[in-house]
């Protein structure tokens, strides 16, 4: 999932502390090189882009990658709709301000996939980083109701929204949301 990075748009709580053109700068090339370690012949990415018709158009984000509009609604509302993707077999679906996501843990959320009917991928937050179902049937459309994002309970209310699915959980990340939690580029 991207936004558009412009600034004032994107990473928001981030600008607070560095300014608003610093945070979109920051996400940009954080979300370019995060694609380009992501791509690998096991998986197809596709980039899941905010604002809808903004993010279709353009010419910030790699041309070869199919994109597919967020839409309306809450984070959950626009999780759940991408869950829903067409596409067959299992999904995983991330943000892309992690700087610790590697092939490796995404090759590791499939596996755990191959075992559970859905996956999350804990933040050092409360959060996630990552979620993914096995999709042999529909997701429940009750999943992500009543999760309290930006939260540090946002892991626990997704868990606690569909307890009738087999849990996997991946590595435990850090997103970034505040200066303070920008890695050491000593």
Known sequence: MVKEPRPGRVKTRLARDIGT?????WFR????????????PRWRLHLAVSPDR?????????????RIPQGRGDLG????????????????VVGADIPGMTRARIADAFA???RHDAVLGPATDGGYWLVGLKRTAAPPPWLFRG????SPHALADTL?????????RA????????????PDSR
């Open 29 to 40: 090339r954080q979300a370019l090189t995060l694609l380009a370690r992501l791509d690998d």
């Open 77 to 92: 509302a626009r999780m759940l709709r991408l869950l829903r993707h067409p596409a067959p077999g299992p999904v995983l």
């Open 171 to 182: 590595a435990t990340l850090s997103d970034v949301d505040t200066a303070a939690d920008l």
């Open 160 to 168: 606690a929204s569909a307890p009738e699915l087999s849990w996997g």
């Open 147 to 150: 999760v309290r994002w930006s």
């Open 112 to 114: 755990q996939l191959g």
């Open 21 to 25: 053109g610093a945070a979109a700068w």
């Open 54 to 66: 903004e993010g279709l158009a353009s010419r910030i984000w790699p041309a070869h990658l199919p």
